[in-house]
Structure formats: structure tokens, C-alpha cells
């Protein structure tokens, strides 16, 4: 437990150097596609139908037809190798489930058709006052405050029984059957997934990266267009 700090002072760090490799490699695909006599940038702004433009064409059709399909391909992978790890039933996303929205923003948002808030607010109830939480798994509370920005806001699962059973596991609902289903979660040193996260957060920061980068591309290009 006592190296989870410094664990995620390095993933800020690797999330960076995994950042601009990804820069890299996407601008040299970007360059694969560049016409050989063209001397320009991909954001500078071009005459329709030049072969500026169509090279900016060409560009976007690849963030929609490969890179896009690439992503959304390993990513699954990633999810589907998620089922070679199980629970073990440590009770702490049932016990200690956070979000970045305080329970009224939560009832809001489940108002409003929000279908993940919907779920949550159906099964978790807050703490009422926040030295209940810290009692649960400090460190595991302490990481998660001090590296989600802006506050965060823990709940706990009525159904959980004091032996740390669910006392409706079979009718559970699907976001307690399919936890955790985002390796860039921060989870907590005692989930059985904890080492499945360990294993593809670098596939998955790439993959959370490339998505950043190609946004961002995309909104830079077509404003030129
Ligand atoms: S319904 Fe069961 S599995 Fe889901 S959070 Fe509550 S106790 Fe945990
Ligand atoms: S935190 Fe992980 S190991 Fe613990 S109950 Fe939840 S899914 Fe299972």
C-alpha cells in the first residue's frame, strides 16, 4: 500500500511520455498522407478542392476509418481481457463508491435521463458526514481525493450486509456486475482486477491519449475548412 502514491505520480508522468509518443506517431501518419509536392501543414487553410484540402480530406477519413476502428478494436481487447481476473470480494466498490457529483448533481443528472446517474443513485446512498468513509480504507480514500480534480463524494451500497456479502448478488444491477469496466480507474490495491488494470494501463493511456489527440486534430483541421 504504501507505494500507491508514488504509483500514480509515475502514471501522471507516463501519461505524459505516452502523450507525445502518440503525437508522434499519429503526425507521421498524417505526413504517410501528405502529397510529395506540398509544402504546408495540415492546419493551414487551403483553397477548395486543392490538393491541400484534399490532403485534409484524406486526413479525416483516416481518423474516422482506421485510427477510430483501431482504438475502438484494442479497447475491447482490453475489456475482454478483463475476464481473466476476478473478485474477490474485498466489498470496496460497494462500500466506497465515489463520484466527481454531490447527490443532488447525481438526482439531477438521473432527472434528466442520465442512465448511469439513474443506476447509481438507485443503488448507493451518501456518507453522511466524511470521516465515515475514511475509516473504511484510508489510503485508498486519500489517493482517490488527492488525485481526481476537484471534489469527490463517497457512497456506500445498503445491500451490503456486515460480512461484507451483497444481499441480492443475483439481482444485482449491471454497473456492480460489470466493475470495473475502465482500466484508467483508480482501483484499490485489494480488487482482484487491481493487477488487470496494472497489465493494460499503458495500452489504455495510449488508447486515452490517441482519442485526446485525434479530437483535437480534427477541430484544428476543420475549422481551416
Ligand atoms: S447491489 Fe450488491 S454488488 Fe451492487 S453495490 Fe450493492 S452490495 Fe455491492
Ligand atoms: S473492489 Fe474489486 S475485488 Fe473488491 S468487490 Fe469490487 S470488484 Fe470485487
Given at each position: 500500500?504504501s507505494d500507491?502514491n508514488?504509483t ?10 505516452i502523450?507525445?509518443?502518440?503525437v508522434?506517431?499519429?503526425?507521421s ?24 484540402y484534399?490532403w ?10 482506421d ?16 475476464n ?18 454531490s ?22 446512498i451518501?456518507?453522511k458526514n466524511?470521516?465515515?468513509p475514511?475509516k ?13 480534480e ?6 456506500h451500497?445498503p ?25 484508467l ?13 496494472k ?19 480534427k ?7
Open positions: 500500500m500507491l508514488s500514480l505520480t509515475n502514471m501522471k508522468k507516463k501519461y505524459r511520455e502523450f507525445k509518443k502518440s508522434d506517431a499519429i503526425q501518419r498524417i505526413d504517410e498522407l501528405k502529397p510529395t509536392k506540398l509544402n504546408a501543414e495540415i492546419f493551414d487553410n487551403f483553397a477548395k478542392d486543392s490538393i491541400g484534399q485534409q480530406q484524406a486526413v479525416l477519413d483516416m481518423f474516422e476509418n485510427i477510430s476502428h483501431e482504438i475502438y478494436r484494442k479497447w475491447q481487447e482490453i475489456i475482454s481481457y478483463r481473466n481476473f476476478e473478485c474477490k470480494g474485498c466489498a470496496t466498490c460497494c462500500n466506497l463508491a465515489c463520484s466527481e457529483f447527490p443532488e448533481e447525481l438526482k439531477q443528472k438521473a432527472d434528466n435521463g442520465d442512465k448511469f446517474a439513474k443506476q447509481f443513485t438507485q443503488i448507493f451518501p456518507y466524511s470521516n465515515e475514511k473504511i480504507y484510508p489510503e485508498y480514500l486519500k489517493l482517490l481525493s488527492e488525485n481526481v476537484g471534489d469527490v463524494y463517497f457512497y451500497c445491500k451490503l450486509t456486515e460480512c461484507k456479502r451483497c444481499s441480492d448478488y443475483e439481482n444485482r444491477p449491471d454497473i456492480c456486475k460489470h466493475f470495473p469496466d475502465n482500466p480507474d483508480i482501483l484499490p490495491e485489494s480488487c482482484g482486477f487491481y493487477n488487470w488494470r497489465e493494460v494501463e499503458p495500452v489504455a493511456m495510449m488508447l486515452h491519449a490517441m482519442v485526446e489527440i485525434i479530437d483535437y486534430y477541430e484544428k483541421i476543420k475549422e481551416q475548412m
